[in-house]
């Protein structure tokens, strides 16, 4: 008797509510992710995005608390180090 995983229903779930997030909540929310900004590559979302391609739904979700946790720490160091500007060169007199 073979058994069934909702594994990768969840996953695909997941995946789609990332893009659906991607696509209509991101844009116009105001900001964008400090993780990203601060050491560039990839948004956590498209990070998360990209690990639930490439491992287990139990893998994912501990890799995105790290991952959510450095982007909080990522956040209070661009706050601190910009005087509330995110864009550093905007800060900058020309």
């Known amino acids: 008797m ?3 995983s909702f594994e990768p229903l969840a996953k695909t779930m ?3 509510s ?3 997030y991607q696509r209509y909540i991101s844009p116009v929310k105001g900001f964008a992710c400090p993780h990203r900004q601060l050491h ?3 948004s956590c979302s498209t990070y998360i995005k990209r690990m639930l ?3 287990s739904l139990m ?3 501990k ?3 790290k991952r959510f946790q450095d982007c909080a720490l990522a ?4 706050t601190k180090t910009s005087s509330g500007c995110i864009v550093i060169p905007c800060c900058l007199p020309f």
């Open 40 to 42: 560039g590559g990839e």
């Open 59 to 61: 893998e994912v979700v």
């Open 18 to 20: 990332i893009t659906a």
């Open 14 to 16: 997941a995946i789609h």
């Open 75 to 78: 956040s209070r160091t661009l």
């Open 63 to 65: 890799s995105s608390q």
């Open 2 to 4: 073979q058994t069934l």
């Open 53 to 55: 391609s490439e491992q």
